[in-house]
């Protein structure tokens, strides 16, 4: 049996797809993947149409998907995340129907239960045998772990691996196995090193930062929750990192084991993993070079699936086990409902990712943001986009001050209690605006451009067309 | 005050304000650029106005790159860019 083809091209007109299908990607090359452009110029030079693009995350590399869009190839999108120039253009309305915003734990629960079928996947592998063993933690364009591509590979009707790094059959240590794979490629890079991973991700020197991480820290030591068997996860962003600096230095002082630290994996995770902090990581992305050489060469650092991290239909998921999470937010409302989909002009900019998966599952999810951020409070009457509900957001620390959900009066206490200053939400809201002056409300179109489906796969808000 | 030069104060940063004033063609010419104009635009373009105003200045042309600024910086940025255009050439 011979699953090796010559070209991308190829493994396209092999796979069957057709007009009207729809084909999958991962994220895990993030800013610096190439394999959704080669799949798209593939399909488009096959002069296949109306493709529906189902990918985990999008970011500014691919930028050519909007031409795809304009000369019809593709005619559907559905993502988790996506930022940058697709995300501007289909605020501005180039896609005839709404697109579809899922979290990371819907994603791969839709297509485990044929609510979001796919024809063909296209798994970006570092490393691959010729039978499409593979593994992202190996090779020249390494990203550590695989977590989002294992629904694709399991349910895909034909799944095609495209790697830079064809090695001996068997590869040891595979993530995926070739069980799943009809076709393998290889290409000369798959991505971009410098795109894929940061370096280091630096904790932040800002001094309103580092006082939200501080709060963010004594908060979480204030819950209860900080004792042994604790599990964590917190974000990339820099005040996010050094709110877990901070934790990991109450944790080493109070002598606490936690159990484990989760979600995308930095440097700083591994950090806390490797003194003691934590038992092991569950890692379904890793962010940058100091993840992917742990989990590469750590035991205890382990791949979960999108799945296992955050999925809601299965018989349980790691975010059911969290006790702690740290999440950004462009907006908050007085009722704590996030927005982490669009800015304040309305333009798509981001999206759910595990955030609404996490927010639900942690018996404390807490939103760490600056008051203010140009001119425009963070906390508003509502939020533009509902991305995550408010019922399932605990706290929202700032640098002026931390309010707490009216649900949860028992933290509340605990963290007045702990000589913290608790204001209530209407208050924080009233402080930014008394420096920034109150905003004009923004006026968008009527047309409907993107449905946000909640983790349950209900429609929890809709996003409108930019005015221009 | 009449300004006798172009000048500039400010950066592009988030939350500054970048502004130019140089000798206008009779009146005071504003134009703003901002990534809140849909919130704040004619207030912030009031805010420069009144500075303007407020030191005399009859014959300028402003033109402004906002990021965000709150009311006292873009005052201050203002100022100091009509102050600086006023210095002889």
Known sequence: MNKLVSSVKEAVRLSGLKDGMTISFHHHLRNGDFVLNMVLEAAAELGIKDLTVNASSLFEIHAPLVEHIRNGVVTGLETDYMSGTVGRAISEGVLAKPMVFRSHGGRPADIESGQSPIDVAFIAAPTSDNMGNCSGKYGPSACGSLGYAFADAMYAKKVVVITDNLVDYPLHDFSIPEIYVDYVVQVDRIGDPAGIVSGTTRITRDPVGLVMADYAAKVIDASGLLKDGFSFQTGAGGASLAAAKYLKDIMLRKNIKGSYGMGGITGYMVDMLNAGCFQSLLDVQCFDLGAVQSIRENPAHMEVSASHYASPIAKSAAVDSLDVVILGATQIDTDFNVNVHTDSNGYIMGGSGGHSDTAAGAKMAMIIAPLSRARLSIVVDHVLTVSTPGSTVDVLVTQKGIAVNPARGDLREQLVAAGLPVVDIHELKARAEKLTGIPRPLELGDRVVADVRYRDGSIIDHIYQVRS | ?89
């Not at chain 2, 009859?58 to 203002?78: E, F, M, N, Q």
């Open chain 2, 1 to 89: 005050m009449k300004l006798n030069r172009s000048a500039a104060a400010g950066t592009l940063e988030s939350s500054d304000i970048y502004v130019q004033a140089a000798p206008g063609k009779g009146q005071v010419e504003i134009q703003l650029e901002s990534i809140v104009y849909q919130q704040f635009g004619p207030s912030i373009v009031e805010t420069i106005r009144s500075v303007a105003e407020g030191l005399g200045v009859t014959d300028a042309v402003i033109s402004a790159v906002d990021r965000g600024a709150l009311d006292c910086t873009i005052r201050a940025r203002v100022e100091t860019a009509l102050k600086r255009a006023a210095k002889e050439a």
